[in-house]
């Protein structure tokens, strides 16, 4: 086999690995805005449960986390295909790191705004959404930037659930070729091509968001 | 049994006791691991930043596109490449090595930015202040450079070391017998992955937080301005 002939093969892995990352970077998104939000909550319970759920999945191995769902979690009656067990842990995880941004970016919004918006008798949401929300999200596009190119190459442990990513074709090809070389050279070609790509979507964004901003980066910092 | 000592299922608290003092042994390689890729992550970054300073074009602009590289592609993949692909060129090392060494390798990739940042951080002025006062290159950076450096660098670089203990478990799959491969063997063997595994997982959470605690404190403890001179 020659080069050539593995690139059907790549490709196909290419294209789960490019679904799993986008997929779980959205729902990680959700996650990390939910949990962020409420680790700012003034509800001790609300609070609480983020701050667990960050500190379990921060606090742990990806790959721990993706067997303790893959085979611990069938044991006790909770069992799902391999496809949805690898987007849920990426999420899950991602979406507690995404957390920390979300609530780093909320906390550096100037106190003095909360008071002024307290003075104008805006609700708790009004102020979160209007006020706090279109400063910070344009202060969490770097992080998350770096977020979602490490969710992709997170992506690559799910090739062990027996998930036909990029990184499980690389394998499958070279057990048949043992052409290593080659196969693994053009695999994380592969990953960078896709990290490349995912660079430019945020970068676009992070754009857009600074067009419509309310406030311009340098009045707040 | 494994490593001699017997488990027992009789109950699930029975089964994590007694598996605890097999997955101590796998503990120690997971730290040993880390331990070695972190000591290459820190010699082979700083090899890279100060390589990327170079005056040649080639030269940083080549290790510029290298760093980028290892930086955005899996840590799974690089090991893959070292394990099966060193061998073809004679390079034969035990699983544990390669393993290390991609880690290693992976984190230079990032320690490397953070040096480079510290390094940046320097002041103009106090560069051509070193020049004016015929100050050797090794002299500017024994005496200017790296006590300012210090400060700044070490939150980051720890950072990066809870990280890495974080990813040693990846090495189960090149059959470094860590701490993880121990629990899906056990796991094999006794049809009852939860209790292994959750004590894997339970095992990790004291661990990153003691290790992020004590990088807190060492990062109090150095002073902001730089450490003094002699």
Known sequence: MTWTQYLAPLMKGAQITVMISLTSIAFGTVLAFLAGIARTSSNPIISGIAFVYV????????????????????????????????IMVLSLLTGAFGAEVVRGALMAVPQAQHEAARALNFSKFHTLWHISMPQAIIEMMPAFGNLAVQNLKDTALVSLISIADLTFQAQSLRNITLDSATIYTMTLAGYFIIALGLMLIIRFIEAKLRRGAAFPRSAHS | MMYGYEWDTSSALAFALSILPILGIGLLVTLQAAAVGYAIALVLGLVLALLRRSRYKVISWTVACFTEFVRDTPLLVQLFFLYYVLPDFGIVL??????????????????????????????????????????TRFQ???????????????????????????????????????????????????????????????????????CSALIHLVERALPKSGIPLR
Do not use: C, H
């Not at chain 2, 390094?119 to 015929?134: D, F, H, S």
């Open chain 1, 55 to 86: 500190l379990l999945f921060r606090g742990t191995p990806l790959l721990v986390q993706l067997f303790w769902f893959y085979y611990a979690l069938p044991l006790i009656g909770v069992s799902f295909d391999p496809i949805t067990t690898g």
């Open chain 2, 140 to 210: 500017t950076y024994r005496d200017i450079v790296v006590p300012q450096m210090v400060p700044r660098i070490v939150p980051a670089l720890g950072n990066y070391l809870v990280s890495m203990l974080k990813e040693t478990p990846v090495l189960s799959v090149v059959t470094v017998l860590d701490m993880l491969a121990l629990a899906n063997m056990i796991g094999e063997r006794t049809f009852d992955y939860l209790v292994p595994l959750s004590m894997v997982g339970l095992i990790f959470l004291p661990m990153v937080l003691i």
């Open chain 2, 94 to 135: 035990p699983a544990f090595m390669t393993g290390a060494l991609a880690l290693g390798l992976q984190y230079s990739a990032y320690t490397s930015e953070v040096y480079r940042g510290g390094i940046n951080a320097i002041q103009r002025g106090q560069w051509e202040a070193a020049t004016a006062l015929n100050l």
